[in-house]
């Protein structure tokens, strides 16, 4: 998550009977720094000459200390002319130069990244609810996706719903940028996801494996992490700080899970899979065997609190037993109705 800046705006309490409405106009610079940051931010560039991503948390403001729940928006959006768009927000009205949305959360709004091209293409994945890939690139010829490489997405849609049991969002779109000028990355969202992969994903093999599972890992976490989230990272709002005690459950498990699921799915042959995850162990430490981490806590926010508790192990994960075992597992929290994840997954 880019870092956010707070701006003040104080309106004083004999004023605040009188007014209504707040008219902000300001700017947010992406202009590009050799080190791909923007110029003094922290924070990667977001828009080329081609493409937009467009963080709403960038451009809004609100009443402070409020619940994010709380508060009502309703977004416009102007795009530069003949550029297509995607975002989880839903259009209400579509305008000659502008789209409206429907009015949502503060919440589900900074949730909901919009990404736009000039050279963009959608995807149908299938599913149900619906689910797609939207790809905008800096130019059109990193838009082919091979039917192979196209029917395996379509396959992460399924083996994701077999793994999980169900689904727990109303459509799913996978925002993918394709680009050389914005620094590879990928954001979790809960009916989306916001990911940045080179130009060449699709044209070069190397590329292609090196970023397979970065849909499926960012698909996970729509499940583990937005719909079940550690209670120490679910907070009111934006200032209220986060404690991370229970991170690698949302991390580490939704790597885990990324890694299955990538297998699972096709993007990633169990060869290839392997090939990679040892060119990263060797990058990084020796592989380990032994239980890497054991943890019981307790919570996770969404509709009905969880629990995390247990142990999961890895001796059906598909990628050949190179995976280390990992302690994880999420359970209900002693709510009669709520979900349970059963590790290792039953076999279909
Ligand atoms: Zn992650």
Known sequence: ???????????????????????????????????????????????????????????????????????????????????????????????????????????????????????????????????????????????????????????????????FGATHYRHYDFLYVLTDQIMPDGLEHHESSDNRSPYRTFLDDDVRRAEANLLAHEYAHSWNGKYRRPVGLATRNYQDPMRGELLWVYEGLTEYLGDVLAVRSGLLTTEEFQSEFGAQSGRHAKPQRAPLAQSSGHGACGPAPVRATARLGCAAAPPGGLLPRIGAVVAGGGQPDTPTLQWPPQPR
């Not at 008219?23 to 003094?40: K, Y």
């Not at 736009?116 to 838009?143: C, I, M, N, T």
């Open 1 to 163: 998550m880019a870092p956010r800046r707070r701006r003040h705006v104080r309106v004083s309490p004999a004023d605040s009977a009188r007014v209504t409405s707040l008219a902000a106009d300001f700017e947010v610079l992406t202009a590009l720094r050799p080190t791909g940051c923007v110029n003094g931010l922290e924070a990667p560039r977001t828009a080329t000459e081609s493409l937009a991503i467009l963080e709403w948390n960038q451009v809004v403001l609100y009443p402070a200390d409020n619940n994010t729940d709380e508060l009502r928006y309703q977004a416009q959006v102007r795009l530069p002319a003949g550029w297509k768009y995607a975002t989880a927000l839903r259009a209400q009205q579509t305008l000659p130069e502008s789209v409206r949305f429907e009015p949502t959360s503060l919440t589900t709004l900074v949730d909901s990244t919009l990404i736009a091209g000039r050279y963009f293409e959608s995807f149908e994945l299938g599913g149900e609810p619906a689910v797609r890939l939207h790809v905008a690139a800096d130019g059109p010829a990193a838009l082919h996706l091979t039917p192979t490489v196209l029917e395996h997405y379509r396959r992460l849609v399924g083996e994701a719903q077999a793994l």
